[in-house]
């Protein structure tokens, strides 16, 4: 992983802001995530987009999905 791979995706800029240190354990947290939930027969699916679209494309598209959550980050004034 390199920062200059995810430095022109404004939806990771807060990050590259706060520190690269702080994105590096984000995105290793989310990996280490997936890789868990892989060997308990499920999976991680981090997308980015219109809220609305995120929230209802993956519950018409797959009918299997039990629960969708999603989390938003508060932007300071």
Known sequence: WAPHHHGGDPH???F???GLHQLRFLLGSLRDLRET???KGSTLAVRKGKL?????????QLPSISAVMFHEEV???
Do not use: C, G, M, Q
């Open 12 to 14: 990771l800029r807060p």
């Open 16 to 18: 590259l802001k706060d």
């Open 37 to 39: 939930l892989k060997k």
């Open 52 to 60: 609305e679209d995120l929230v209802r494309d993956p519950i018409t």
């Open 75 to 77: 932007k300071e004034i």
